[in-house]
């Protein structure tokens, strides 16, 4: 069997959601190990994998990063001591665990494959820092970093054509392919229909939350019956109070804490319509889990939105960062229950053809025989 190391930065909270049916999926072409972190340390197997759960209290701490670097050059020298050496580096971005990644690649002589799960190159992006110097120093910082991993990369990963434009023409010749990320969608199903709109994410700005407010307020002038459910961890974000200055004295929109992965089936499966209106995304896995959920989605026109979102047939698109659009596709919606069924079932069927686990992994494993 191929042996991989991954390095899938945390905070993971469920190991067993975030890691199980995908390590056992990729245990029947390859083996080897998870580096990642969360709340405490952990040791766990899944199939032909160990995950190793490195203790990060603060998320993402510069202690984690140090750890990651240290415990993937032990676990790699040992691994090449014992004549059963990892054939392959897997990093979740060509920034942090990609530089790790590079770094161990550099000392073993090991081959490197990257995932880009993002336009890191969008001022958005940045968006959450108050400091405009800053704002462009960390821009700045992380352009380098992607095009020095990029430039040493055997293999990429992308979520939509022309993500990583901005770089090429690169030093080497990757194998790089498209296709969309593992989303562990199989407890989504249609729970029934609430005269709700569900958004879920962070932070504020970067994922459109304003712009949906905005376009929610105008489209419920006629469709009052309707609620906004706005999901996702604002508490250790300086955006909490724009969100409650949004939603102040608006009794049909509300914001409800983030809960477990285990808990989202409940949350997706029982809304109308899905909402995800980002200024920037790669892919959404949402977006996934609400089409194997079978339900009508509205995205914004961005970044891999479209990949996910065939418009007027399983899903509808509107102009990024246009109220007006948004308002008068939610209200089409929120008028036309056949539209809604019609939309949902579509979804329900292009998630069994083409998003399935099993397309997953067929096609991860090609990716990483080719590299």
Not at 193 to 198: G, R, S
């Amino acid at each position: 069997m191929k042996k991989i190391f991954l390095i899938i930065p945390g905070p993971k909270f469920n190991l067993d959601y975030a890691f199980k049916d995908r390590c056992e999926g990729m245990s029947r072409y390859c083996c080897g190990t998870v580096l990642t972190s969360g709340p405490s340390a952990k040791l766990v197997h899944f199939g032909r994998f160990e995950v190793i759960c490195v203790r990060d209290s603060k998320h993402k701490s510069w202690r984690s990063t140090v750890k990651f670097l240290l415990l993937g050059l032990w676990h790699l020298v040992k691994a090449k001591y014992n004549k059963n050496p990892f054939e392959l580096i897997v990093t979740y971005d060509p920034l942090k665990s990609g530089l790790i990644g590079l770094v161990l690649k550099k000392l073993l002589n090991t081959k490197l494959s990257v995932e880009v799960n993002g336009d890191y190159t969008d001022p958005v992006n940045y968006v959450e820092f108050d400091n405009l110097l800053y704002r462009k120093y960390k821009r700045f910082l992380f352009i380098h970093v992607e095009r020095l991993v990029l430039n040493n990369s055997d293999g990429i990963k992308l979520l939509y054509d022309h993500q990583i434009d901005y770089f090429k023409p690169l030093n080497r010749n990757p194998v790089i392919q498209r296709f969309a990320n593992y989303v562990n969608a199989k407890d989504f199903n249609n729970l029934g229909e609430a005269k709700e709109v569900l958004f879920v994410g962070f932070p504020l700005v970067v994922k459109g939350v304003d712009i949906l407010v905005n376009a929610f307020k105008k489209a419920t002038r006629e469709n009052p019956a309707w609620k906004l459910k706005i999901l996702g961890d604002y508490g250790d974000y300086p955006d909490f109070d724009k969100l409650q200055n949004l939603i102040a004295s608006e009794d049909n929109i509300f914001h409800h804490p983030p809960v477990d992965p285990a808990e989202m089936p409940e949350h997706i499966g029982s809304c109308g319509i899905f909402v995800l209106p980002s200024r920037t995304e790669a892919m959404g896995r949402v977006l996934i889990e609400a089409m194997a959920a079978g339900k009508p989605r509205l995205g914004s026109k961005v970044g891999g939105i479209p990949t996910v979102i065939e418009d007027g047939i399983d899903g509808m698109l509107f102009k990024s960062e246009d109220v007006d659009d948004l308002a008068s596709k939610l209200s089409t919606l929120m008028n036309d229950k056949s539209l809604r069924k019609r939309l949902s079932n579509n979804a329900k069927i292009r998630y069994k053809t083409e998003f399935q686990a099993s397309h997953y992994f067929a096609k991860l494993e090609r990716f990483y025989m080719a590299i």
